[in-house]
């Protein structure tokens, strides 16, 4: 399946999806030394985010939160692509300063996704294979 998407941060990438319904903050959700989900209350608690695309409706949080991305990916713990319903700009400085392809403005249908499934993020081309 191929969808429309928004450029919030460019270039391309691809990788098995992970997928929440729950809002993310990476000052304290993700742990910048390991990549892994940390906050026992949020649904991907325990799971690694690196490599993979993550795919959320949004971030929350502190504005440190873009330099934890930035971190992330600097020990090669970051995602390979993200996709948000709607970008706030925590995650969006975060990503155009680390250089990890963001997009928005797709349907909620992405929040079906099945974690695993192959994701390809062509956010020059506003384009989500899957």
Sequence with gaps: MQIKCHRVASGRASGPALVTGQAISFLGNVNPETGVVVDPAHEL???????KVLIFPGGKGSTVGSYVIYQLKKRDLAPAAMINLVSEPI???????????LV???GEEVLRIKSGTIVNVDAD????QF
């Design 104 to 106: 928005d403005r797709v």
């Design 91 to 101: 995650v969006a400085v975060g990503a155009v300063i680390s250089g990890i392809p």
């Design 125 to 128: 081309r506003e384009l989500v």
């Design 45 to 51: 608690f325990g799971e690694s985010i690196a490599g």
